[in-house]
């Protein structure tokens, strides 16, 4: 598998490196060391985005954690849960800093797939929210909400909030689940333009129907740059 993972070429780079930690680490004491990025920077000859990268994916999977100040350790096991991560949550578990420019926000009538998927009907009052998403400075997604104007009345006149779903949460509303799918795509101009990528780059394109209990509270559909993001899902098997 090993030797697999290294004639793949530039683009497994990152799970070259992952495996090599998770080798380096197996079966050691919780609160162990991790290698530096720096470490692996120069063992591997890569960027310290690919190395970040790499831990990123050993730090979701609870392989490892960061204790801000110290450096990254072998993590004590956890248990999984099945709370939803708001994107800055998600970006912060990554060690990185989340970011959002708002692009547009306003009140629209929901067309026939945004009144299905937020069980209104069409004409209906909604919330179109657009933002561009950063990570450390760098344009990581463009992500477009849709929300039901009728549950978060004056939402708009409010000022629009630093996380969605903190502001949902002070309203009775955080999300507690989803359906989501993921497909793979290409960047249209408009999207390239905003990503800092050429029209045609490999894209990943991430939709969300997230309910709190049996309303749904958010509809929303992710662009996501496949070079700078990975998408993780924690699964398990009942006993």
């Known amino acids: 598998m090993d030797e697999l993972l290294m004639t793949e070429g530039r683009a497994l780079k990152h799970v070259q490196v992952r495996e090599y930690v998770r080798t380096l680490v197996a079966g050691a004491a919780p609160g162990s060391p991790a290698p530096s990025e720096r470490e692996l920077v120069h ?5 310290r985005m690919t190395v970040r990268q790499a831990m990123d994916a050993l730090v979701v999977e609870g392989l490892l954690e960061r204790i801000p100040g110290r ?12 709370r939803l991560s708001s994107y800055t949550e998600e970006m912060t578990r990554r060690g990185l800093l989340a ?12 067309g026939p797939g945004v009144a299905r998927a937020l069980s209104v ?4 009052a909604v919330i179109h929210w657009r933002r561009l ?3 450390d400075g760098h344009a990581m997604c463009i992500e477009d909400a849709y929300l039901n104007e009728i549950l978060i009345p004056g939402f708009l006149q409010s000022g629009m909030p630093t996380s969605l779903y903190d502001a949902l949460d002070a309203r009775g509303l955080r999300p507690t689940w989803a359906e989501d799918s993921i497909n793979a795509d290409v960047a249209a101009a408009e999207e390239g333009e905003h990503l800092e990528i050429p029209a045609g780059a490999p894209v990943l394109r991430h939709s969300r129907r997230a309910f709190a209990g049996d309303k749904v509270v958010e509809v929303s559909r992710s662009v996501y740059r496949a070079d700078r993001y990975t998408m993780w899902l924690q699964v398990g098997a009942e006993d």
Do not use: H, I, K
């Open 43 to 47: 063992r591997f000859g890569v960027a």
């Open 71 to 82: 450096g990254t350790f072998v993590a004590r096991p956890r248990r999984m849960t099945s």
């Open 99 to 110: 970011e959002s420019q708002t692009l547009l926000a306003r009140r629209e009538q929901a």
């Open 121 to 124: 009907s069409e004409g209906d």
């Open 133 to 135: 998403r950063r990570a």
